[in-house]
Nanobody
Framework: QVQLVEFGGGLVQAGGSLRLSCVAS????????MGWYRQAPGKQRDFVAQ???????TYADSVKDRFTISRDNAKNTVYLQMDYLKPEDTAVYYC??????WGQGLVRDYWGQGTQVTVSS
């Protein structure tokens, strides 16, 4: 099994910045891709950004040029640097990892518990 824990949410004024972190822990696994999603009240969960071991990161159009995703492979950690935050960025942010489970021949997704980001106007 793999567990994901997010850190770094909070309250910030519009135009400000926050940095989210997500750490994956467990045994006998390797990460294929890690990413961030968000869910505002009453809305569906939407893609924000993803980073894989190959190719450039991908971003939702709504956050491109404001958010930056990065990854520390040695620490099994993914980061989301959020700059120039807007009130419409307010949501619960979830970390997602696409994981290869050794010995089981499986690739499956895991989710974190979410962290609240609130941007005041």
């Amino acid at each position: 099994q793999v567990q994901l824990v997010e850190f770094g949410g909070g309250l910030v004024q519009a135009g400000g910045s926050l940095r989210l972190s997500c750490v994956a822990s467990g045994s006998r696994f390797s990460i294929v891709a890690m990413g961030w999603y968000r869910q505002a009240p009453g809305k569906q969960r939407d893609f924000v950004a993803q980073i894989t071991s190959e190719g450039p990161p991908t971003y939702a159009d709504s956050v491109k040029d404001r958010f930056t995703i990065s990854r520390d492979n040695a620490k099994n950690t993914v980061y989301l640097q959020m700059d120039y935050l807007k009130p419409e960025d307010t949501a619960v942010y979830y970390c997602k990892a696409n994981v290869h489970l050794w010995g089981q021949g499986l690739v499956r997704d895991y989710w974190g518990q979410g962290t609240q980001v609130t941007v005041s106007s």
